[in-house]
Structure formats: structure tokens, C-alpha cells
């Protein structure tokens, strides 16, 4: 145990969101050991994103200290020497176990305690987990969440050149790791019940043209029912397959390596009978502000004000995990900061893709182009509500914001008559 500190801004947690709030927090002048984060992990926050990327199948692989967070929003990169010349207090390997908001503290499991006057919860999400299924700890199954997780699949994926690795999950986590599965030279199968890949957010004309594109680079897609139910074992606790029902039928998928993706669920149960929730998250107001006086949450646990859409919500992504940790710190520091104004923003990149989103994938889907190049627009009431570009230029980038933030009126009839996606973007 480390006894006991205290500081005027608390960071709890170490990911994404907390380096920004780092970052926020110099800018605005904060004394030496003023500020602190505190974070189960063992190193300093980082661009997570490089997890399922770069990280699994570039030669060499990225690795720490080389995406420390900052080398995605631009400024100083935050290698641990960026925290000590800044008089910002790194906690690392302090998993919190008990928060007592009243009393304006937290405690680890090791009995560490820590006061603060300002408390910022940025804990993140967590991978569900499969536990529950028959064989779900069998060697060869993995999450990935953490830079701990991605190194173990690293060696799991180069240890299986050649062979099937099984990845539970059409979403991002599944679309991603395939893809890097696949260039590593495994041969990946995706697994998951949807009718289509990545269903948040594709509709099925664009998601014809990714899995397409998947089965070309030789990934297989087994969908449209296919629900994992366990994991079969090869007697001596390794993974031998993935047992999978498809409309009532069972089989295993032979394979020794398998990835889940099933999603990813708010850290926010330290603080359940403590803060209100909303949609699985900490709720907060447009200034990030909790039900709990001097308790802010920010990233993925919060669930916040969508002012454009008139709704509440919850962003699992980065752009809103560096935005909301500046804004949170703006509010902390000056109370007539405006409040929160959200352009929900997405993007990946798998194989030699990548694709960004822009506002509110609510409407009837148009879909103009094909890979390498092609844009979609969501459309309600004649109203762009959503833009999409797979290949954006980075001149196409500030088109879809502007045409996101604006809501332009098309003829829907009009547009989707369009063959040329370049053109279309010219609404
Ligand atoms: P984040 O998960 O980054 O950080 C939470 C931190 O809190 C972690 O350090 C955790 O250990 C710590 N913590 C939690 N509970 C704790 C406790 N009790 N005590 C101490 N510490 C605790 N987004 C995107 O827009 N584009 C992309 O390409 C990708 N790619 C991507 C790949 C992979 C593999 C993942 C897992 C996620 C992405 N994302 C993404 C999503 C993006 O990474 C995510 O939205 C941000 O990391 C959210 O930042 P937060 O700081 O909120 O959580
Ligand atoms: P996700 O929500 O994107 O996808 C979950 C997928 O799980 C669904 O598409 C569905 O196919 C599948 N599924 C659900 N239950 C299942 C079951 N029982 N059996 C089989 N399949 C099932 O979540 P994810 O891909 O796990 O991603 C985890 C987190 O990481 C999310 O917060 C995500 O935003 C983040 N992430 C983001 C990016 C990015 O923005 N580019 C990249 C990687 C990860």
C-alpha cells in the first residue's frame, strides 16, 4: 500500500480520455502533484485504437512508446516523462475497488487511498465476456481491450500462421482483428449472428460491398444465424473449436485461436448505487457534470446530452473521448462554458480501407460508388442526417462535417440516380 494522497483534480482511469484530460489540465497551468491519474494499468494512457491495428500486424508492430496519447490529436506525444516534467502524478497498476463519493475519496485494491477535490471518471468499457458459455476458459480464447491483451493476441496470431483463428463478432472488434489476421497470414473466420457485418452502423448495400471485399482477401463470413454456444476443448484445457448453432443445428468450428468481440459494456458499477445512470452509463450534463456535486465523467462510461439530435446517449469512440475530457476540463475550470455540442464522428481501417462517419445514421440509406471509392448519406424527411466515405481525401473530410452539421434538403431520387460518389458529395 501506498498510504494515502490527495489531490485537487483525480483522474480515475488511464485510457483514451484521461491523457487528454492531461494534456487539458497543462494547458490550463495546473502546480506540481496538483493533478493525478489513477489507472489499473501498467502504462501510461495511449491511442487505444492502435490495439486492433498497427499494433497486430505492422513490421515492426507498434508498440509503446510510440502511440502514448496525443499522436492522434496532435501535441506533445505523453510518454511517462511528458507526466513528471508536468507535475501530473501517474498512479499506474491501482485498480479501484471502492469509491466513496461523499467522503471524496477512492481506494484501491492494494489500500492505496486517494482524496480529491474534483473527481473525473474516465474508466472506459469492458469487453463482455462470453463466461458463461461451456469451455469459455480454454486456452487460445481472447479479448481485446487492453495493450496487455493485444500483446498476448500479437503472439497467438503470429503463433498461428497458416491457421484458422475464429472471431466472434461482426462489429469493429471482429472486422478489425480479421483483417489483421489475415494480412499476418492466418485464415480468418468471422462469426456472428446478424444478417451483415458491422450492423450499428451499415446497411446491407454497403455491407455487400465490405464482405465482398473480406472473402476476396480470403476471410470467411459465417452469418445471418450463426450463434456461438461454447467452445469444445481438446481434453487437455487448449481450444479445439467453436461450437456454433445455426437455425437449431449444432456444429464446432475447428480451431485453436479465437478472438471476441461481442461488444463492450460501461465500467460504471464502482459508482452504481452512488451516481445516476442512464443507457448503461455514468449520466452526466452538458458540462459533464454527475448527479454528485465535484464528480465528472467523460468518454465512453458517460452517457451524455446529444444536443444536435435532442437525445441522450453513450460514444464509444475517440474523437468524443478527447473532446468531452477538453470540455470537461473547460467546465472545471470556467462554469459559463457552453454546454457539450456533439458531431458524432467514426471511422476504421482494414486492409488498405478506411472509412469515416459523420452524424446520425438515422434515415433511408443511399449508397453511391464502390470500394475503393464510395459515399452514402442517410436521409429523413428529404434531410442529410448521416454521411459516410469509404477513401475520404482530406478535403472530403471537412465536406462531411460541414454537410453533417448543416442537415442539407436533397431529392433523395436525385441523388440516388448518381453513379459518381464525388459528385454526390457535392450536395
Ligand atoms: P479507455 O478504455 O480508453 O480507458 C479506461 C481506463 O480506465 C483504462 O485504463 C482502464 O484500465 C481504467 N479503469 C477502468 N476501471 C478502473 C478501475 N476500477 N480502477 C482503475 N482503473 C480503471 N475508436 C475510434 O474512434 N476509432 C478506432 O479505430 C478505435 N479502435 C479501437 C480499437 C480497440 C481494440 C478498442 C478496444 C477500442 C477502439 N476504439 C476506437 C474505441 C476507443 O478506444 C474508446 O472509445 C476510447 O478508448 C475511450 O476512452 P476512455 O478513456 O473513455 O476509455
Ligand atoms: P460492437 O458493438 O462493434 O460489435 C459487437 C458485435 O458482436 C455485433 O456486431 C454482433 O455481431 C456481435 N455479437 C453480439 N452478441 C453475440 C453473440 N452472442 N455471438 C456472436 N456475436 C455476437 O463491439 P466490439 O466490436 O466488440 O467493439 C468493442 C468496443 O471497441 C466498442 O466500444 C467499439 O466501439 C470499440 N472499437 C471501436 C473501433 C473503431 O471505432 N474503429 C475499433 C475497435 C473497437
Known sequence: SEGSKSYKYLVLGGGNAAGYVARALVEKGVDKSEAAIVSREEVAPYERPALSKAFLFADPPARLPGFH???????????????????????????????DLNGKKIKSKSGAEFGFEKLIVATGCAPIKLSKLEGADLKGIHYLRENADALELYDSLHAHKGEEVLIVGGGYIGMEVAAAAAIVGCKPKLIFPEEHMMSRLFFPAMAKKYEAFYKEKGVEILKDGYLCEGFAGDGEGNLAGVKVAKDGKQEVIPGKL????????????????????????????????????????????ASFPLKKYNRMTRMEHVAHARQSAAHAVDALFDSATADYDYLPYFYSRVFDLSWQFFGDSVGEPVLIGDIPKMSAFWIENGQVNGVFVEGPTAEDTETMRAIASKRPTVDVDELSALSDPDEALKL
Open 258 to 301: 479465437c478472438v471476441i468481440g461481442v461488444g463492450a459494456r460501461p465500467n460504471a458499477q464502482l459508482f452504481s448505487d452512488q451516481l445516476e445512470t442512464e443507457l448503461g452509463g455514468i449520466k452526466v450534463n452538458g458540462k459533464f457534470e454527475s448527479s454528485v456535486k465535484d464528480v465528472y465523467a467523460i468518454g465512453d462510461v
Open 69 to 99: 496519447t496525443c499522436v492522434g490529436g496532435g501535441g506533445d506525444r505523453q510518454a511517462p516523462e511528458w507526466y513528471e516534467e508536468n507535475g501530473i502524478d501517474l498512479n499506474l497498476n491501482e485498480e479501484i475497488v471502492v469509491a
